[in-house]
């Protein structure tokens, strides 16, 4: 007979539960469905939101900034290079451009845009517009080279295509009509010069005229129309230096009236350095203006020296200029006022050099009128006239040149802004990004369907690998048996319905001989046999810790295994509180076991091999009903008329298999274990938990039962062991 210290089973502290790639792996097969529900549902989700989210669609002009190559306005100064393009961006991402947009918008675009403002805004539909569109509207520098890309945003393919080109073409019409208003107010100042001199020209020529017939004169000597030409040309530069000082100052005029409001006046008395360098500036320009008295060949190198110094002078004045400025805008950010600022600043430099010009040219002339003033009175009085006629000739052609070159400009139809693509229609949205949307979605559900699964695996205390068993229940795992599958379907070992259908097709005598099925319980048997030894058991008792966790079957199917080798073997129906084998295996369930344990009467021997019901399909297997389920169960199964039962039962039959309650619902089971040669404790794979098995152990080992070993039931064996798919079909 078997005993007890046949194996370790002193109570032990289960060890802590591993995860290796194997059991990841398992874990992964078993929860497979949380990981494709959570696929699913995340990419259901992500299709869903890439159905109802209105697609952006962007398209996409460029424009090329040029600076002018003339000078037929006289130098301002504008910023040059990059600094140029940066304050563009700036002022193309004005609201002044984009109210000018959205009031050149079509209708129809414009009342397209206005549906999507909210119905509680307290915006007028144009300032909506305005503020929607500097939103969606985009200036970025391709660099290296000076060319823009203007990029608009919209819910309709169209509608973003009209925005960007629109928006292109108000940006040519800024820039072309900034630069006619530049060229106007410079041409104005000209006109009125030019009407002035006109005058001054034809009375000179009247006044010569009158002058040579009155007193018969009709030239002067070589000294002094010597004096005479030098003079005319020193206030023909003079009057030069004075019209490029006025336009420097009419320009000045304008810029200072559009940026009055927004930046501070320079502040340039008080700068020590600014100072000098005006002094060194005069100068300069004092001594570059009587080289260009004198004969060109002769003063050519010097006046090439002198220029570059000029040049230098210039710059540091313009650096001093700007450092000075910074400082007073430095928490400014405004683009507009840097652009201003920086036009300002060169302005200043020019208009300092013209000043200290005049002042030189001034000095010059002054010299030759006191040469002129030791010529005799007739002679001087002729020669003031002609001087008067030549600088006045000169004045009015240098003028009459200046007219035509800005008329001309001022009608030109170019820019410095011109368009090199404008916007096609775009094909495809930008938003949303249904294809990364969708990867991302999927990416998402499988990482969070492996954290639930794995969060589940690391709770879950079910034992579900003979391994499990052997760790944390220290009790030998007799044979593990796969679920059983029935026309294809995976169908558990679980407890059936009271008609007992759900056990059709699951009985041993069902499944076909060689199935993966049928060799578990085979296997079964044989590990019956090296366990056991030369002892043979005569009674067996099938328990479990819970309901629904196979017993029944298994007890039927052991029963089944054991007779199929012709084995004499009585399965009896022990569990008193809900009895299963009558509806199992379509027998009466009266009379049975307790109708014998309550008739004393009643003889043992012969209702033992009276009231067992033969299988048909299985001549060596007999079973015995429960009886009438009584209200005393327990009383029963303890009493002496039991023993004797049981007694009667190993002595007409080879074996006998008691199906019995579960432990955790009743004592039935620790009662009956005393009697019987030996107990198996069935464990359900991933059902049965840890705590329950050790509880269910520690019961039979409280009740001093032989316990034999453990049956793993339901098992997947595509999970845990692939030899019954790589060895066997699975029926």
Avoid at 91 to 110: F, G, H, M, N, W
Avoid at 219 to 225: F, G, K, Q, W
Avoid at 434 to 462: C, H, P, R, W, Y
Wanted: include cysteine.
């Amino acid at each position: 007979m078997i005993t007890a210290d046949m194996f370790d089973n002193n109570s032990h502290e289960p060890p802590r539960k591993r995860l290796d790639m194997k059991s990841y792996g398992q874990a992964l097969w078993r929860r497979k469905w949380i990981v494709l529900l959570g696929v699913t549902v995340t990419a259901a989700a992500v299709i869903l939101f890439n159905e109802l989210t209105a697609p952006v669609y962007e398209a996409t002009a460029t424009i090329i900034y040029e600076e002018p190559k003339n000078n037929i306005i006289p130098e301002t100064g504008r910023s040059s290079g990059k600094s140029a393009i940066i304050n563009l961006i700036g002022q193309l991402k004005s609201r002044t451009l984009t109210a000018e947009l959205v009031r050149a918008l079509p209708d129809s675009i414009a009342q397209t845009l206005s549906a999507s403002a909210p119905a509680s805004s307290a915006l007028s539909s144009e300032e909506f517009l305005i503020r929607k569109l500097q939103n969606d509207l985009q200036v970025e520098l391709m660099p290296p080279s000076d060319i823009l890309q203007i990029k608009v945003t919209a819910n309709d393919a169209a509608v973003a295509q009209i925005i960007v080109n629109t928006y292109v073409e108000q940006i040519i019409a800024w820039n072309l009509r900034k630069r006619r208003n530049e060229i106007t107010g410079t041409r104005g100042f000209v006109e009125k010069q030019f009407a002035v001199f006109q005058e001054k020209l034809s009375a000179a020529e009247e006044a010569l005229r009158l002058f040579k017939e009155e007193k018969r004169m009709i030239s002067l000597d070589n000294a002094s129309t010597e004096i005479l030409k030098n003079l005319t040309e020193a206030e023909a530069l003079y009057n030069a230096a004075q019209s490029e000082r006025g336009a420097l100052e009419e320009r000045q005029r304008l810029i200072e009236q559009k940026r009055r409001e927004l930046a501070p006046a320079l502040a340039l008395g008080s700068n020590p350095q600014i100072q000098s360098l005006k002094q060194q500036l005069q100068e300069l320009e004092t001594r570059y203006a009587a080289l260009q008295l004198k004969d060109a060949g002769e003063a050519q190198p010097e006046m090439l020296a002198l220029q570059q110094q000029i040049s230098q002078v210039k710059e540091e004045f313009r650096q001093q200029l700007m450092s000075a400025t910074q400082r007073e805008i430095i928490n400014d950010p405004l683009p507009q006022i840097r652009n201003l600022l920086q036009e300002t600043v060169a302005l200043e430099v020019n208009l300092e050099t013209s000043r200290v010009r005049e002042k030189g040219l001034q000095n010059i002339i002054a010299g030759y009128n006191q040469q002129l003033q030791t010529l005799p009175q007739q002679e001087l009085e002729f020669a003031r006239l002609i001087r008067d006629r030549m600088m006045n000739e000169k004045i009015y052609s240098m003028l009459l040149e200046k007219r035509e070159e800005l008329r001309i400009a001022e009608e030109s139809q170019f820019g410095q802004v011109r368009a090199v693509d404008l916007a096609q229609r775009p094909l495809s949205p930008i938003k949303p990004a249904k294809a990364k949307n969708l990867a991302l979605g999927v990416v998402l559900g499988l990482g969070l369907g492996l954290g639930l699964v794995f969060l589940l695996e690391s709770l879950d205390t079910s034992l579900k690998s003979q391994q499990d068993i052997e760790a944390y229940v220290n009790l030998p795992v007799l044979a593990s048996i796969p679920s059983i599958q029935v026309n294809g379907k995976t169908r558990a070992l679980t407890k059936a319905p009271e008609n007992g259908r759900c056990y059709s097709g699951r009985l041993l005598s069902q499944i076909e001989a060689g199935s993966h099925i049928y060799e578990a319980y085979r296997a079964l048997q044989v590990k019956f046999a090296m366990v056991n030894g030369n002892t043979v058991l005569k009674s067996i008792l099938v328990t479990s810790a819970n309901a629904a966790e196979g017993k029944t079957l298994t007890a039927i199917n052991m029963a089944h295994a054991f007779a199929q080798n012709g084995i004499k073997t009585l399965l009896v129906d022990c569990d008193l509180r809900h009895p299963m084998l009558h509806h199992i295996f379509g027998i009466e369930q009266t009379p049975g076991l307790s109708e014998v344990l309550r008739n004393e009467i009643v003889s043992i021997e012969k209702v033992a091999q009276i009231w067992a019901t033969a299988i048909p399909e299985n001549p060596s297997l007999f079973v015995f009903p429960s009886g009438t389920v009584p209200l005393n169960p327990y009383e029963l199964l303890n009493s002496q008329r039991m023993r004797e039962a049981l007694a009667a039962f190993k002595r007409q039959y080879d074996l006998v298999i008691l199906d019995s309650p579960p432990l955790m619902a009743a004592t039935d089971s620790i009662v009956l274990g005393n009697e019987v040669d030996g107990v198996c404790l069935v464990i359900k794979a991933g059902c049965t938990r840890q705590e329950t098995a050790i509880q269910a152990r520690k019961l039979l080992e409280n009740g001093q039962t032989n316990i034999i070993g453990t049956i793993l039931n339901d098992i997947d064996a595509r999970a845990v062991n692939g030899y019954y798919q790589s060895h066997y079909d699975i029926v």
